[in-house]
């Protein structure tokens, strides 16, 4: 399904950029010894196969586009005037050469935007950071733009007196920022029999990370007097039309883990993720960081709301159903290459992606090229923080034969991301939520990329 689309991230887009004298020298004055050896290495022979364009072969180090390098044949960009500082009141756009990264929705997912999902484009995102205006959503009965001024947070239940707080009172509150990713726990869950979507947007693109801004749940408990001791949960609920409720555990808000948030990457929250205020619950599954966060109550049981007890629940192979499984274990999916891109030729790739764990640090990744074969340890980029996304690289040689790429994380409870054998061997193929199986990737002879499964 909607494989006709322009498929963002896609490497045929800029060939030149890709495989520029620049950014070759940029990658090897980077890299660390042997690193180097083997990007030049692999170069050399990708170009001994005579099949990458002249520009390659070249010594000239001026740029050729335009063919002399003489100062009046530079593009406009270099001679004339560029434009002005941006107007008052404008809010900055990437370049329109960039117009394909968008969020997307999966055509046919549901019947109304209000109730649906749009994805995270993963497959052109770098670092471990999803911009604002990519953050995937999923509403349940549609999105708003609340008046902050007119918001209002109430902490009620097992407290020593009612506590209505505004916008302004919770942002004088001591702030914490913290970068965390949120997973809809029905991420990947079209994939659970079989192969379902063709791109890393659809496949796992209802996750995104973000360093969100806020003040820990337990100050505002503190300062209703929440009975902390006899209190086990709280119940969070939203504030539009979707009654959203969720029992979150005492324990995890006890940690300081638990925050009330307004900001996301350095502004306030983007409307679509719960501005003003929202509930952020670190590798807990996305549907209990409540948006348009109106109401704590303090309780000595699990509410069982309608978001707990039939929705968001576990069928298992016997027919029964799991409750509160809310952690996100731990998953990992290459990005590039991954479905829907196609490799330009042979020769030299950075394989990169996205690995997570809701217990904690991702530990380790490993990168198959051959189907799970063999496995090699993949380069974690630095941050590598707890409940967030990690980034990791591996340098790969593509012989131009087909192959299947596959990425299986570790995190730091020693918990290994399962294959999909593993996975249905306990949880059967029925189930919506939670699929965290090592995700596979064809690389076709013709450079195509296709969404696989392997038992
Ligand atoms: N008030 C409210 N909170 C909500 C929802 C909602 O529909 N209403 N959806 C939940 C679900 S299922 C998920 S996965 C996340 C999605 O957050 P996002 O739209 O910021 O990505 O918000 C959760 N919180
Ligand atoms: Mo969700």
């Known amino acids: 399904m909607n494989q006709e689309r322009p498929v963002s991230g896609s490497l045929r887009k800029a060939p030149e950029s890709f495989l520029s004298r620049d950014g070759i020298q940029k990658v090897v004055s980077e890299a660390k010894n042997g690193r180097r050896d083997f990007i030049r290495n692999a170069f050399a022979a990708a170009a001994a196969g005579a099949s990458l364009p002249a520009a390659m072969a070249q010594s000239n180090p001026v740029p050729t586009e335009g063919g002399d390098p003489n100062i009046l044949n530079l593009p406009e960009h270099s001679k004339a005037l560029g434009q002005g500082v941006a107007p008052d009141g404008s809010y900055g756009k990437p370049s329109k050469f960039e ?6 929705q999966s055509p046919g997912l549901t019947q109304t935007t209000q109730a649906s999902v749009s994805f995270a484009p993963l497959q052109s995102l770098f670092g471990i950071v999803t911009p604002s205006g990519l953050h995937f959503e999923r509403h349940h009965q549609g999105w708003w733009d609340i008046d902050p001024s007119k918001h209002r947070l109430m902490i009620n239940g097992m407290v020593k007196a009612s ?5 302004d009172e919770i942002m ?45 749940l337990i100050t505002l408990l503190e300062l209703a007097g929440a009975d902390l001791k006899k209190g086990k949960f709280v119940l969070a609920e939203g504030a539009d039309g979707s009654s959203m409720t969720r029992t979150i555990p005492m324990s995890l808000i006890l940690s300081g883990e638990v925050f009330v948030a307004y900001g996301q990457n350095g502004e306030m929250l983007r409307p679509e993720q719960g501005y003003p205020l929202r509930l952020i619950v670190p590798g807990v599954q996305g549907v209990s960081w409540v948006k348009y966060l109106r109401r704590i109550e303090v309780g000595d049981m699990p509410y069982a709301t309608k978001d707990e007890a039939v929705h968001y629940i576990d069928l298992q192979p016997d027919g029964l159903e799991r409750q509160y499984t809310s952690i996100q274990e731990c998953k990992s999916v290459v990005t590039t290459p991954s479905g829907g891109q196609v490799l330009l030729d042979k020769g030299f790739y950075n394989i990169t992606g996205l690995a997570w764990s809701g217990r904690g640090k991702v530990k380790k990744v490993d990168v198959s090229v051959d189907g799970g074969r063999n496995w090699r340890t993949a380069r974690l980029e630095t941050p590598v923080l707890s409940k967030a996304l990690t980034r990791f690289n591996l340098d790969w040689v593509w012989d131009g034969k087909p192959t299947i790429i596959q990425s299986r994380a570790m995190d730091e409870t020693g918990f290994v991301q399962p294959t999909y054998k593993q996975l249905r061997a306990v949880r059967g193929t029925r189930s919506i939520y939670h699929n965290n199986a090592i995700q596979s990737w064809l690389v076709q002879e013709n450079g195509e990329v296709k969404n696989v499964q392997v038992a």
């Open 172 to 216: 004088r509150l001591p702030a914490v920022s913290r970068f965390h990713f949120i997973e809809c726990g029905a991420n990947t869950a079209v994939e659970w029999g079989n192969v379902a979507v063709p791109t890393a947007q659809y496949t796992h693109g209802m996750i995104s990370c973000s360093e969100f801004t806020g003040v820990p």
């Open 163 to 167: 506590k209505v707080f505004t916008l």
């Open 99 to 104: 117009a394909d990264v968008q969020r997307r």
